[in-house]
């Protein structure tokens, strides 16, 4: 592991109680800093299950994880402070307004006072949601709770953000502001690493992608070096139904 | 906090519906205890008998706390015919009938009993032996709805009557046949005989120091009724974590540098105030809003410092149960239905339905082990007995006891389910 490496995965595997498959099958991975690593598979091939494990959610059953130089077991407390994760379902309170759910989530991360409103306006302001920060986010489109939903996540500047399928069910305005803030995000140093059924979005948002099945890599470098190293594909599409075959998923 | 304060439905369910409670339960209730502690009971009294027994008789049940006295219907005396068909109509509980002669029948038989125990009429004696075969028999109709205990109280009234009345004429015939046989000897008045009444009795109520605290629905309900409106906080507290896991805000807590304590330590503070207030509020309805229905006004002992250790216990048991049962539910109806049926069970078990005195042996040591119970006592111990802060500590201690058990347990069902 260099000092470029934020994350490094050895051989982690995840079998649910209960369960005789495991989730995540033996993975090793290296992410650099400031990369925007997508993370792409079918549904059910183990990337929420990989992203859940990367955030403290709940231990692997094997592997070894180090981010930021530090071990996930023995210093989560650390990571979760670096950390910033958009959950793929909306995770907000819906009776609450779109500031006050900001406001609970930034003082959850230890934020407060002046610096806290600065930077929930900022980001309100951002995302065009100035105007409706003060109505119960229950009332909002599908696309305006998604730019909420990724603003609790980066409230507090964190090193490494995870982003599972953030811009699943929204419209193309909303995505390509999503995405757009996403990459000034990454710019300004942040690590992202995202999950998505998006191709072409992945394609042109991601710096490295692994294609992730059955719990296994399959496939890791650029988006540009898979693409060529595929024969006759052409996008990164095309490359996915190759590895991950056209059967149905669930 | 704010959640709790949109939730416009919910708040309705955790102040105003308690209140409510505690006004139905407690005029339910003190009619209850009105018929057993205050002229309620209707009963029916025709006295055929014109003398020293139907009138005692007729004049202890109107000195009488059990009963409300009546000797007629629809305003025109009641005969002996109509008493049985009045009981059974319902008008009336309990129908008493004196027959005519019973005084001068008991008059008959002590005559005979103190000629014979003198000799002083040997001739008489023989006849007296017929004639003390001679019966009262006083008839008594009962509704089929009347508490056992109440007949057994009317019964034992009359009897006490009837042997009052007894001793008097055997007194007085005593004093009459001594009389014939020392001629010197005045006849004893009757004011002697009521001065040979050296027993009294004087009931008090064991409390400590507060006074004439008299046992009536607000000094019962009021405190109850608020206890269990404490633990229904269960349902809310449960269903908004329960909620969170649904909605996945719980999945960004988790993510958070935060532990499972420090999260739910918020959610304590919210919901202890909430019992806090609603303790509040209870105590102002026993105190200001009942005796307006012309209820007893709440009588609150001696010791606030106990009032505020036991509340507070009460609001943190309530509160680390409800953590539990949110904790261990995964769905919302989950939640509701351990919260609520546990919370019943708990309330019934503890006395709050039923005062545990008068449950079967095995349910009062069952009873030893609900919270409710524990608070129960406290409160009562406070308002009833004029408990001391001493006094109240076994069973706050418990309380607390419940709360770490409670969120010890919670803490260890989180940790288990997110290994998954």
């Known amino acids: 592991m260099t000092s470029n490496t934020i994350i490094n995965i050895q051989n982690l595997s995840k079998t649910f109680i209960g369960k005789t498959e495991p989730a995540v099958n033996d993975i090793s991975l290296s992410i650099r800093r400031g990369e925007i690593f997508g993370l792409l598979g079918p549904n059910g091939a183990g990337k929420t299950t990989t992203i859940s494990i990367l955030c403290g959610l709940f231990p692997p059953s094997s592997g070894k994880i180090n981010i930021d130089g530090m071990d996930l077991r023995g210093d989560l407390d650390y990571i979760k402070q670096i950390v910033g994760v958009v959950p793929q379902d909306i995770a907000l309170y819906p009776t609450l307004t779109a500031r006050e759910n900001l406001n609970f989530y930034g003082h959850m991360y230890g934020l407060k006072g002046k610096a806290l409103r600065d930077k929930i306006e900022m980001w309100l302001s951002n995302f065009g ?24 996540g980066v409230l507090h500047s964190p090193k490494i953000l995870f982003l599972d399928e953030p811009t699943v069910g929204v419209d193309v305005q909303s995505r390509t502001v999503i995405i757009d803030y996403l990459k000034e995000l990454n710019k300004s140093g942040t690590t992202i690493i995202y999950t998505s059924h998006h191709m072409d979005e992945a394609e042109h948002f991601c710096t490295q992608v692994a294609i992730i099945d059955h719990g296994k890599i399959i496939i890791e470098g650029t988006p540009k070096h898979l693409i060529e190293e595929s024969l006759g594909s052409t996008n990164l599409e095309t490359v996915f139904l190759k590895l991950t075959n056209r059967a149905l998923r669930d | ?141 009962i509704d089929p709805i009347t508490k056992k205990s109440f007949l057994t109280s009317v019964t034992s009234s ?65 405190p109850a009724w608020t206890i269990f409106a404490m633990f229904f906080i269960v349902l809310p507290l449960a269903g908004s974590m329960v909620k969170e896991k649904n909605e996945g805000s719980i999945f960004r807590l988790h993510t958070m540098p935060s532990s499972f304590l420090l999260l739910i330590n918020g959610k304590i503070v919210v919901y202890v105030l909430v019992c806090l207030i609603q303790f509040i509020l209870m105590l102002s309805v ?118 770490f058990v409670t969120m010890s347990i919670a803490s260890v069902v989180n940790r288990i389910k997110r290994k998954i």
């Open chain 1, 129 to 152: 949601l100035t105007d409706a920060a003060n109505r119960r986010v229950s009332t909002y489109s599908g696309g305006m709770k998604r730019r909420v939903n990724l603003i609790a």
């Open chain 2, 286 to 403: 026993g105190l200001y809003f009942l005796p307006l229905l012309g209820l007893p006004t709440l009588v609150l002992g001696n010791s606030i410092a106990g009032i505020i250790i036991v509340t507070l216990a009460t609001a943190f048991a309530a509160t680390g149960y409800g953590v539990m049962v949110g904790t261990m539910a995964t769905t919302e109806q989950q939640g509701a239905i351990m919260g609520a049926l546990s919370i019943l069970l708990f309330s019934a078990i503890g006395g709050v339905w039923v005062p545990t005195y008068v449950m079967p042996q095995t349910m009062r040591h069952l009873s030893a082990f609900s919270p409710l119970n524990w608070s129960l006592n406290s409160f009562y111990e406070l308002f009833l007995r004029g408990g001391s802060v001493h006094s109240i500590l076994p069973d706050s201690m418990k309380l607390v006891v419940f709360f």
């Open chain 2, 158 to 222: 009359l009897r006490e009557f009837i042997s009052v009345i007894k001793t008097k004429i055997m007194f007085k015939t005593f004093s009459d046949q001594l009389a014939e046989i020392i001629p010197d000897k005045k006849t004893t008045t009757s004011s002697v005989f009521e001065k040979t009444q050296i027993i009294k009795y004087k009931e008090v109520y064991a409390s400590k120091d507060i006074g004439e605290i008299v046992p009536n629905a607000v000094q019962h309900n009021v």
């Open chain 2, 1 to 141: 906090m704010l959640i709790l304060l949109r939730d416009r439905v919910g708040l309705a369910i955790l102040f105003i519906m308690p209140m409510v409670l505690i006004f139905v339960m407690t005029l339910i209730q003190d009619s209850a205890f009105k018929s057993l502690n205050e002229k309620g009971i209707p009963i029916l009294f025709v006295d055929d008998d014109k003398d020293s027994l139907g009138i005692a008789i007729g004049q202890g049940l109107k000195n009488s706390e059990l009963c409300s006295f009546h000797d007629s219907i629809n305003g025109k005396p009641a005969s002996a015919d109509e008493v049985k068909k009045a009981v059974a109509d319902g008008g009336f509980l309990v129908g008493i009938i004196v027959p005519k002669g019973a005084t001068e029948a008991i008059r008959k038989n002590v005559s005979s009993l103190v000629q014979q125990t003198l000799g002083t009429d040997s001739v008489l004696s023989a006849g007296a032996t017929k004639k003390m075969s001679d019966s009262v028999e006083i008839s008594i109709f």
